[in-house]
């Protein structure tokens, strides 16, 4: 199965700044199938990127992907107090679906 | 409003079942895929498993693999986990995830029920 590691495992920023989130996979993601999702404690995630680029509908523009390959990058512009959180890639390019560690946004 | 509520939850000694819901509302549940994915405390998402709109095609993770069964009934717009031999290690959060395909990403989420094994 394709792993996922996802770095820094703690991002320690302020509002204001930019974060910017790695997720590497172990074997090509050839078609780019990767997505981001964002998870404040005591709730589920919440799907805020997939085909490693395109926002999900009602997310903010301040969150952007890139990436291609195996190295992927999960960008926010300007940290809002309600972006920190853990921030989770999911591949789905290849069986089975898998999920990076999580990057704490703090 | 468009959501998925999961439930059924709660605690079991290990070696018994127990039986997960998610009830979908407000968009056309028998045309979208369901996902049951799981995180342990502390730890991050783990998918258990996937079954198409029409339950055709059914996936399980090897770790559950001959001891969950996923199901669906798209009447009642309701997917179900049955659970049987649970461990100590299947101790989690379970969510019901609404997804197009298989290989696809999770655009729905429900809130979550949390299962804890222990005797």
């Known amino acids: 199965e394709v792993v996922l590691t996802q770095s820094p495992g703690t991002l320690s920023l302020s509002p204001g700044e930019r974060a910017t989130l790695s997720c590497r996979a172990s074997q090509s993601l050839s078609r780019g199938y990767l997505a981001w999702y964002q998870q404040k404690p005591g709730q589920a995630p919440r799907l805020l990127i997939y085909g490693a680029s395109r926002g999900a509908t009602g997310i903010s523009d301040r969150f952007s992907g890139s990436g291609s390959g195996t190295d992927f990058t999960l960008t926010i512009s300007r940290l809002e107090p309600e972006d920190f959180a853990v921030y989770y890639c999911?591949?789905?390019?290849?069986?089975?679906?898998?999920f990076g560690g999580g990057t704490k946004v703090e | 409003e468009v959501q998925l509520v999961d439930s059924g939850g709660g605690l079991v000694q290990p070696g018994n079942s127990l039986r997960l819901s998610c009830a979908a509302s407000?968009?056309?549940?028998?045309?979208?895929?369901m996902n049951w994915v799981r995180q342990a405390p502390g730890k991050g998402l783990e998918w258990v498993s996937y079954i198409s709109s029409s339950s055709s095609t059914i996936y399980y993770a090897d770790s559950v693999q001959g001891r969950f069964i996923i199901s669906r009934d798209n009447a009642k717009n309701l997917v179900y986990l049955q659970m049987n031999s649970l461990r100590a290690e299947d101790t989690a959060v379970y969510y019901c995830a609404r997804a197009l395909g298989y290989l696809d990403w999770l655009d729905l989420w429900g809130p979550g029920t949390q299962v804890t094994v222990s005797s």
């Open positions: 999911q591949q789905y390019d290849h069986s089975p679906l898998t």
């Open positions: 407000g968009f056309s549940f028998s045309g979208y895929s």
